[in-house]
């Protein structure tokens, strides 16, 4: 064979490879994973199941995790499209179904204090009554951001009056959920002046504050006069750009009051594909600044995936061109990128899962309908159908990890079991009575926890 012919051969398998990998996931090597997942997600409980005569006796115990202490989250923002519709209780269902965590959308457009607030404030309590009924945490997104705002903000030229008013409308977000714990603070703070953002009066309020840097610093220690008991989250959509590194470090030496570095991770485009050691390496980059790192936002699609971004605008600029003459053009779910979805998602939530560094990770789309950029970035079909990689989410949350405990044990002497960290629902059956009982298990509980027992 000569050396032309072995060339192209060689060209062809590597061309063929190339294309295939990211419809045929290779499985990542989670070196030491499930290792690091008993070490970090687990921890020994010791329960004193006390009765009132204080007397010993054999008892049933049933023991169930209800809610771990990890965030596995999921964004809200798409429910607004199913509102009223049999589609929404499908949605909810879904998302108690699996997710313990829940991002609830305060854009600035969305909710416009020059407009009548009455719908807004209706559908966002009933949205905060429902999470907290299921016990679902919540967060919110975002106190302030560049994007998505009312014509009013856009064109305001006066940035003393503006931030009055930001000042204003974050307060009353702070202290109106009292339910919300969690909170994007500026989303994408690094970004406000790249070429992508339109100018608009935040951006000026952010220049006439003598840039991005001192802004921040004032809107941190403005919301922490407010509440300094929430989770605040600095959030940006490219975690690597070197910016955003050196705006955690800045927050980290000016002593800011922020618990969070938030990452996002829209994987749309080839290029935007996160592989094993490059989030290895981005997350062993970050975890020296001794912050909780969230992974705010995950887009795993299972339509077509662009090669880079220059593919993906001709793909967004027709998109626009539909949206403008009243009609949708969405990508279709194709079955080897489910496929694709359901392993990628399985390696990509077990290693973060791993990660001690590592407190939530929040899938932006749930459903493939109304997804994020017409990409099939749901675990559910259009129809609200689960796809391959709902069902691989949820295996891994609700039955992988998870500690089920069905045992006879004597009542008034100390139990004692390895769990995942979490809170827990358990009975206690002596003869033919029943009791109920529930306990927070985290790694602040050393000691003995004593349960006195009522009927």
Request: glycine share 6%; aromatic share 14%.
């Amino acid at each position: 064979m000569n050396k032309s012919r072995l060339f192209l051969i060689v060209f062809l398998i590597c061309f063929v490879v190339k294309s295939q990998q990211y419809d045929v996931h290779i499985p990542w090597r989670l070196e030491g994973a499930n290792e690091r997942i008993d070490t970090y997600r687990k921890g020994k409980a010791k329960l004193l199941l006390v009765l009132n005569d204080q007397k010993t006796e054999s008892a049933n115990l049933k023991l169930e995790l209800v809610n771990h202490a990890f965030n596995f989250g999921v964004s809200m923002t798409q429910e607004g499209a199913f509102e009223g519709t049999a589609y929404q209780d499908m949605y909810r269902q879904r998302v108690s179904e699996v997710f313990n965590f829940v991002t609830l959308g305060f854009y600035w457009s969305a909710r416009d204090e020059k407009r009548d607030l009455s719908g807004f404030n209706k559908t966002m309590d009933d949205k905060i009554s429902w999470a907290v009924r299921n016990k679902l945490k919540i967060k919110g997104h975002p106190l302030l951001w560049h994007e998505s705002l009312p014509k009013w903000v856009i064109n305001n030229n006066d940035p003393e009056e503006l931030e009055k008013i930001i000042y204003t409308r974050i307060k009353d977000l702070i202290l109106s959920y009292p339910e919300i714990k969690y909170w994007d603070v500026y989303n994408e703070a690094v970004a406000p002046f790249k070429e992508h953002v339109t100018p608009s009066g935040v951006t000026r309020w952010i220049k006439y504050k003598g840039g991005i840097y001192p802004a921040m610093l004032e809107l941190y220690d403005f919301v922490n006069q407010i509440d300094s008991s929430k989770i605040y989250t600095n959030n940006h959509y490219h975690p690597k750009d070197p910016e955003f590194f050196k705006l955690n470090e800045f927050f980290i030496e000016k002593g800011v009051g922020y618990q969070a570095i938030g990452m996002q991770a829209h994987m749309q485009t080839q290029d935007n594909v996160f592989e094993e050691q490059e989030l290895i390496d981005l997350i062993d980059s970050f975890v020296p600044l001794g912050k909780d790192i969230q992974f705010t936002e995950v887009t795993v699609t299972s339509s077509k995936l662009f090669k880079d971004w220059k593919d993906h605008q001709v793909f967004l600029n027709k998109r626009k061109e539909f949206s403008r003459k009243g009609k949708q053009l969405t990508l279709p779910s194709l079955e080897e990128r489910e496929n694709y979805q359901a392993a990628y998602i399985k390696d990509f939530y077990t290693f973060l899962f791993s990660q001690p560094s590592v407190s939530s990770v929040t899938m932006w789309n749930l459903t493939d309908q109304n997804a994020w950029r017409g990409h099939a970035g749901g675990i559910l079909d259009q129809e609200l159908q689960p796809k391959k990689a709902f069902y691989t989410l949820k295996t891994l949350i609700k039955e992988t990890w998870t500690t089920s405990i069905k045992e006879d044990i004597n009542l008034n002497e100390e139990f004692h079991f390895t769990g995942f960290y979490g809170q827990y629902e358990g009975t206690v059956s002596v003869g033919n009575k029943r009791y109920k009982f529930s306990f927070d298990h985290n790694k602040e509980n050393e000691g003995v926890v004593k349960i006195k027992l009522k009927g």
